[in-house]
Nanobody, 119 residues
Framework: QVQLVESGGGLVQAGGSLRLSCSASARTFSMGWFRQAPGKEREFVASSGVRTYYADSVKGRFTISRDNAKNTVYLEMNNLKPEDTAVYYC??????????????????WGQGTQVTVSS
């Protein structure tokens, strides 16, 4: 069982930046980020494997990167908006299977970190 530990969430004003980190206890095929706002379903944000993918809502503002030597993935979030407020979850796939966009296709999950953007 791979353990994922996130860090870096917090409170920021609109237009500000935050950087999330997620460290895995072992190597995985791909790692990504999802988020869930109150009363909403968990939604895809970004993933990094053979290629990188982004949700349309974050393209041009968020950047995902990976340090394979450290089994760590980062999410650099710039120009944050109040609608980015959510609990952000790190996720990882053990092998190359399924879709990058669907939560049920990921094998491992972190505990989540809160990101709050004030207007």
């Amino acid at each position: 069982q791979v353990q994922l530990v996130e860090s870096g969430g917090g409170l920021v004003q609109a237009g500000g930046s935050l950087r999330l980190s997620c460290s895995a206890s072992a190597r995985t095929f791909s790692m990504g980020w999802f988020r869930q706002a109150p009363g909403k379903e968990r939604e895809f944000v970004a993933s990094s494997g053979v290629r990188t993918y982004y949700a349309d809502s974050v393209k041009g503002r968020f950047t995902i990167s990976r340090d394979n030597a450290k089994n760590t993935v980062y999410l650099e979030m710039n120009n944050l908006k109040p609608e980015d407020t959510a609990v952000y979850y790190c996720a990882a796939k053990a092998i190359n299977s399924g879709s990058v966009y669907y939560a049920h296709d990921y094998d491992y999950w972190g505990q989540g970190t809160q990101v709050t953007v004030s207007s």
